[in-house]
């Protein structure tokens, strides 16, 4: 799923091509992507785009008259921009937003069609689609503080609940907690001050970071390539290969149809989280330590 970093760039990309331009033409390949009867989206044509703004994980375009379209990705939604005259989109259509500078396409992969529009009037409404955390760039540590252990919850849940902190998910809560060397399953509740701290530098700096690589790699293009698996990533969706810090195989816990990756020796402090499956499968055969891991490996060789 896109997060901040990624919506971020996408935002920024958009701003620089649709401000100002008139909205002419609406095509939903998807019918259940429009969630609201009104306003009715054709209300829109005709209207020129005004602003862009981020709602957590979602984006929001301000058009006249206070209407706005508010567009969630969800995991499988990608945007894809075409010049006018330039050949459409093919493939998973969900959405067609024509332009006078050109044509949005909103694809979406797989079955699953997760994604959502939403047509709305006026700030208020459009208030009700931000899910409320914390905009994490701009929050002091005290600010931080106060969201995070506000309720007592493991690290990952946490950081990618949308009600707690703004834009952060999977991918990037794993980068964060590898930066911040804390555990995933650490109860908030139960961390100190210096732990904490930490946290807080990690999220900033990770998501900026993350910010500033994603705009130095679309340069004056549209991102065509947002995914949640990314060269240059410490240990998410890096199961098995080494860790950048410490060369310690990056571990994993899966649950659905997610998983964390960690380094049990920069966060865990050498122990292996257990997975729920592998571990009620295994049992007592469960490696308990990175060095038991580790053993058992080359005793397989």
């Given at each position: 799923?896109?997060?901040?970093?990624?919506?971020?760039?996408?935002?920024?990309?958009?701003?620089?091509?649709?401000?100002?331009?008139?909205?002419?033409q609406?095509?939903?390949k998807?019918?259940?992507?429009?969630?609201?009867?009104?306003?009715?989206?054709?209300e829109?044509?005709?209207?020129?785009?005004?602003?862009?703004?981020?709602?957590?994980?979602?984006?929001?375009?301000?058009?006249?008259?206070?209407?706005?379209?508010?567009l969630?990705?969800?995991?499988?939604?990608?945007?894809?921009?075409?010049?006018a005259?330039?050949?459409?989109?093919?493939?998973?259509?969900?959405?067609?937003?024509?332009?006078?500078s050109?044509?949005?396409?909103?694809?979406?992969?797989?079955?699953?069609?997760?994604?959502?529009?939403?047509?709305?009037?006026?700030?208020?409404?459009?208030?009700?689609?931000?899910?409320?955390?914390i905009?994490?760039?701009?929050?002091?540590?005290?600010?931080?503080?106060?969201?995070?252990?506000?309720?007592?919850?493991?690290?990952k849940?946490?950081?990618?609940?949308?009600t707690?902190?703004?834009?952060?998910?999977?991918?990037?809560?794993?980068?964060?907690?590898?930066?911040?060397?804390?555990s995933?399953?650490?109860?908030?509740?139960?961390?100190?001050?210096?732990?904490?701290?930490?946290?807080?530098?990690?999220?900033?700096?990770?998501?900026?970071?993350?910010?500033?690589?994603?705009?130095?790699?679309?340069?004056?293009?549209?991102?065509?390539?947002?995914?949640?698996?990314?060269?240059?990533?410490?240990?998410?969706?890096?199961?098995?290969?080494?860790?950048?810090?410490?060369?310690?195989?990056?571990?994993?816990?899966?649950?659905?149809?997610?998983?964390?990756?960690?380094?049990?020796?920069c966060?865990?402090?050498?122990?292996?989280?257990?997975?729920?499956?592998?571990s009620?499968?295994?049992?007592?055969?469960?490696p308990?330590?990175?060095?038991?891991?580790?053993?058992?490996?080359?005793?397989?060789?």
């Amino acid at each position: 799923m896109p997060e901040l970093p990624d919506i971020t760039v996408y935002i920024e990309a958009l701003r620089e091509r649709l401000v100002d331009q008139r909205l002419r033409q609406v095509e939903l390949k998807n019918p259940f992507l429009l969630r609201t009867v009104s306003p009715s989206i054709d209300e829109l044509v005709g209207r020129r785009v005004r602003s862009f703004e981020r709602l957590g994980k979602r984006i929001a375009i301000g058009f006249d008259e206070d209407l706005w379209l508010v567009l969630h990705l969800m995991i499988a939604g990608r945007l894809q921009w075409r010049s006018a005259g330039v050949r459409r989109v093919q493939g998973r259509t969900a959405a067609v937003f024509e332009f006078e500078s050109g044509t949005l396409f909103l694809t979406e992969a797989g079955t699953k069609k997760r994604a959502s529009l939403h047509a709305v009037r006026g700030r208020a409404d459009l208030r009700g689609h931000d899910p409320g955390g914390i905009d994490v760039l701009a929050a002091s540590f005290g600010e931080f503080r106060t969201a995070v252990t506000r309720e007592n919850h493991t690290l990952k849940r946490a950081l990618t609940d949308p009600t707690i902190l703004s834009g952060v998910g999977n991918a990037y809560s794993d980068e964060i907690l590898h930066r911040a060397r804390l555990s995933p399953v650490a109860l908030t509740g139960r961390l100190a001050d210096e732990e904490l701290e930490r946290l807080h530098v990690a999220v900033q700096a990770t998501l900026r970071d993350w910010v500033a690589r994603l705009r130095a790699e679309r340069g004056a293009e549209f991102p065509e390539h947002v995914t949640a698996f990314r060269e240059g990533m410490a240990v998410h969706g890096r199961y098995g290969k080494p860790c950048p810090v410490c060369g310690t195989a990056v571990q994993r816990i899966r649950y659905a149809s997610n998983e964390t990756n960690y380094c049990p020796r920069c966060q865990t402090g050498g122990k292996l989280l257990a997975d729920r499956s592998l571990s009620r499968l295994l049992k007592r055969d469960w490696p308990r330590t990175v060095e038991e891991l580790e053993k058992r490996r080359g005793e397989r060789r």
